[in-house]
């Protein structure tokens, strides 16, 4: 399946029926995305997303990390994310320290410390980064998921397609920054339990300290619905022990 994805063909009826469908879905949720505000562009023969281990690639350090995928990535199919024109040699390795940071270090790389929360930004400019690295062939981009991806292909491909169904469903809803819009409702929510505590009428069921409680609460129930609905719950705190628990389940 993977090598009919990638162009490649097996003379399988299965494996290339399969790929088809992955090709048309994928395709159908890039220009989904795009309607409600994102800019993903088209790629031929694409193939498939690829997932990073960041402990993989913590242990294999920078320098051995990059001298693996470099010679398995087509670089004369990538582009630049900021021009859009085709890599050169010096950007290609630079882009490549950006992502090796990116990705172990789970997107602190580029962020400092600061007195407020810190947030994805809009939706509209996300997941194109999953698309940036095209490998030159599917036994590359097999190769580099045994040794630094996660999961297989199926894997890839589910994991590939919720998030864009759950990105695509924000965005139809909330625009093409939900969490701004969602960010505007706590603050609507707030300013009317205020205005109910100081006395003055509000769009609330109750008056008062108890209108300002009652905000409050819908406010917490609000961050809560959409923390579940990004995934964010399933965050584990301690990665060594729920990974253990995890094989445990399995076995």
């Not at 795009?34 to 242990?59: S, V």
């Not at 199919?77 to 890599?87: D, G, I, S």
Request: charged share 30%; glycine share 10%; proline share 3%.
């Amino acid at each position: 399946v993977v090598r009919e994805a990638f162009g490649h063909s097996t003379d399988d009826e299965a494996a290339k029926g399969l790929a088809k469908a992955w090709a048309e879905t994928a395709d159908w949720l890039r220009r989904r995305y795009n309607a409600a505000g994102g800019h993903i562009q088209k790629l031929e023969n694409w193939g498939l997303p690829q997932g990073h281990d960041a402990r993989a690639l913590r242990r294999a350090g920078r320098d051995a990390w990059k001298a693996s995928i470099r010679e398995k990535l087509d670089f004369g199919r990538m582009r630049h994310p900021l021009t859009n024109k085709p890599l050169t040699a010096g950007e290609l390795d630079e882009v490549l320290d950006h992502v090796f940071a990116s990705v172990t270090q789970e997107g602190w790389a580029t962020r400092e410390a600061k007195r407020q929360a810190f947030g994805m930004g809009s939706l509209a400019n996300q997941n194109v980064e999953h698309r940036f690295l095209v490998f030159k062939t599917a036994d590359d981009w097999l190769a580099y998921q045994t040794e630094f991806g996660e999961g297989d292909a199926f894997s890839s491909m589910m994991a590939y397609t919720n998030r864009m169904a759950r990105d695509i469903a924000a965005m139809e809803v909330l625009g093409p920054n939900p969490n701004g819009t969602i960010e505007w409702f706590k603050q609507v929510i707030e300013k009317e339990g205020q205005k109910a505590a100081g006395g003055e009428a509000a769009l609330l069921p109750h008056q008062g300290e108890k209108g300002l409680d009652y905000a409050r609460g819908r406010i917490d129930k609000l961050e809560r619905m959409w923390a579940s609905m990004r995934g964010e719950l399933e965050t584990p705190v301690n990665t060594k022990w729920a990974n253990g628990f995890a094989a445990a389940r399995n076995i």
